[in-house]
């Protein structure tokens, strides 16, 4: 496991504003959050250099993009051994319909979230790609009626209240957008 970094309240808005839309300006975080741009820019700088902010993701609505029908597979693999987990592992990851892989314990070794035009596509997924492969014992597919985002990602330690209380310490609310169905 990594260091965690330490955060102050300040950070953490930034993050969460961020996190709400990460196209939001030097200018415009500074002034959110109460500190000058220079002082908000060297901030975001620390954050990605301690790796604390990875990057910045472009969402698509994958139904927009031809891709209606999502779903979670879940993929047991058999026998579960290092010289067949990474070249399966590196084939999923390349299907254009893969949206996201999990490594999990129990009794399911994978969980992959794919985006498909429809229930043939789906079918010809999980047939030729999946099954067919000879360390592939077993494949449950669950469709994905809606989806919600739950974000932004905090430090425990910034989070009081207890359980279904959102109150951030020093942030305040920022309002989370539901893109509804097919965000991800």
Do not use: K
């Amino acid at each position: 496991m990594t260091d965690s970094v330490a955060l102050d309240t300040v950070d953490l808005h930034i993050l969460r504003l961020l996190q709400n839309d990460a196209r939001t300006t030097y200018r415009e975080l500074a002034a959110e959050v109460g500190v000058a741009p220079s002082t908000c820019l060297d901030r975001v700088t620390r954050l990605r250099r301690t790796g604390v902010i990875l990057g910045h993701q472009l969402r698509l609505d994958p139904a927009r993009l031809g891709r209606g029908l999502e779903a979670l597979l879940s993929v047991q693999v058999r026998p579960h051994r290092r010289e067949l987990i990474g070249p399966f592992v590196e084939r999923i990851r390349t299907l254009p319909e893969s949206r996201a892989l999990f490594h999990l314990t129990g009794p399911d070794d994978y969980l992959v979230h794919v985006a498909v035009t429809d229930t043939a596509d789906l079918q010809r997924l999980v047939l030729d790609e999946f099954t067919s492969r000879r360390e592939v014992a077993r494949v449950e597919t669950r469709l994905i009626f809606q989806q919600w985002e739950c974000g932004p990602l905090l430090p425990p330690a910034a989070r009081t209240g207890g359980p279904g209380r959102d109150q951030d310490v020093g942030t305040g609310p920022v309002p989370r957008q539901d893109h509804g169905a097919g965000s991800w």
